[in-house]
């Protein structure tokens, strides 16, 4: 398992990826005394725990306009919180991008008035300032001063960047705002990598690649969202092969390995059961014998109609971590199989 849960807000699974622990390890490792070590494996994990914040900004905000949130993963290079679906409106990207910063900011006032109001920093002598914290504080927010900064720079896929796009995407189509946005971020990207290179930064090269590479991915992405849009359903659509209640799971599981189709109707005569997966079919050989019949493992049925767009379908499958849906005209019963067929259709070979 290369990441773990440790906490759930809003329904949001916040999760640590192994690599993480390098960070504060190093830290601690490289600090030249015990009391440094501490210092600065506790700073990392309160400047994570504002990363964290920030990336919650973004969350909250995206669960505003109805976007589900499915994780907020952390990586030694930040957090990522992972959204199922573009927001469909430039000005809810606009507020959704915007809202980490603005989180980072509000931490910075909060420390700036914390600070005065604990300690009295004028009758206090530089140890008695170390020991109380205070310094650690001050560090604190100044590098939330930096993130906001930082992450406001319009170096797409960067929160920045999200809001070059969104305010592009205003007066332009979502797909020539993000290939601007995009070759933007690419500069940026360009020149991280050689400040990093020039100032032997590994964390500004690194983060300039991760710019660079991700500008490029989400741009494709975006590209060929708009090609999904110009299809539908339909285009997925073909005969499927159906079972019966009563069939056996032993009966059917040499035509199941043998076929390429992920979900299967399960009908009784004219009316519609259920469906059952390929991977249902061979579970439920191994955990209740071929003698069981299907009706057993029959789920409930999720189908469409064959005229939504096939990013709509893609998002089903997504969400709903569906292999397969069923596809009803009104007249026949289709299949529908998952990213591969819709991948299939948008670039065939």
Known sequence: MSSFRIATVRGIPIKIHWTFFILPLFYGLSAGSTAGAVRGVVFILLLFACVVAHELG??????????????????????????TRMPRRPIHEFFIAIAGPAVNILIVIILGLLVPSVLDLRRLSQQAVALAGVDLLRDLTIANLYLAVFNLLPAFPMDGGRVLRALLNMVLP?????????????????????????????????????????????????????????????????????????????????????????????????RLEGMVSREAVLQGLHYFGAGTPVQAITARAHYVHPDIPIDALYEILSMRHLPGVLVIDGKQLLVVVGVDDVLQVVNPA
Do not use: C
């Open 58 to 83: 973004h969350s909250i905000a995206a669960q505003f306009y109805g976007i589900r949130v499915k994780e907020i993963l952390l990586l030694p290079l930040g957090g990522l919180a992972q959204i």
């Open 174 to 270: 979502l797909t020539t705002a993000t290939s601007i946005a995009s070759w933007v971020g690419r500069v940026f990207a360009i020149g991280f990598v050689m400040l990093g290179l020039a100032t032997s930064s590994w964390t500004l090269t690194l983060i300039g690649m991760f710019i660079f590479f991700g500008a490029g991915a989400e741009n494709s992405m975006v590209q060929q969202g708009a090609r999904w849009q110009a299809r539908t359903v339909a285009d997925l659509m073909r005969p499927a092969t159906s079972l019966h209640p009563f069939d056996l799971i032993g009966q059917i599981e040499p035509m199941v390995r043998a076929s390429a189709q992920p979900v299967y109707p399960v009908i009784d005569g004219a």
